[in-house]
């Protein structure tokens, strides 16, 4: 059963950088997309970003595109999501979620009902 942890979460003003990392247990991340999503107060769980299992082709959500870097490193089995140029509106809870595809060309979706396994999330705070 694959288990995945987030870390690297913490309080960074703005235009600040942080990097997450979503740890995977349990098995492989190879025949899983990985996606990253956030939830502000009194917000609902939005996308951010996602990585496909194979060819690592990458999606953004508008609102972070050309400031947020998602990547995976298979020696380890982890996912990064690298964030730059922070600002307030990025404060929430930042959660990563595989999605099982079985194959090792699975792509990358952003749709939150598609995964299968979520993490339990890390604060991410930008200070104004």
């Known amino acids: 059963q694959l288990q995945v942890a987030e870390s690297g979460g913490g309080l960074v003003q703005t235009g600040g950088s942080l990097r997450l990392s979503c740890v995977a247990s349990?098995?492989?991340?190879?025949?899983?997309?990985i996606g990253w999503f956030r939830q502000a107060p009194g917000k609902e769980r939005e996308r951010v970003s996602c990585?496909?299992?194979?060819?690592?082709?990458?999606k953004y959500a508008d609102s972070v595109k050309g400031r947020f870097t998602i990547s995976r490193d298979r020696n380890w089995n982890t996912v990064y999501l690298q964030m730059n140029s922070l600002k307030p509106e990025d404060t929430a809870v930042y959660y990563c979620?595989?999605?099982?595809?079985?194959?090792?060309?699975?792509?990358?979706?952003?749709?939150?009902?598609?995964?299968?396994?979520w993490g339990q999330g890390t604060q991410v705070t930008v200070s104004s």
């Open positions: 990585v496909s299992s194979a060819d690592g082709s990458t």
């Open positions: 349990g098995s492989s991340l190879d025949y899983y997309a």
């Open positions: 979620a595989a999605r099982y595809w079985g194959t090792d060309d699975g792509p990358c979706v952003m749709t939150l009902s598609e995964y299968d396994y």
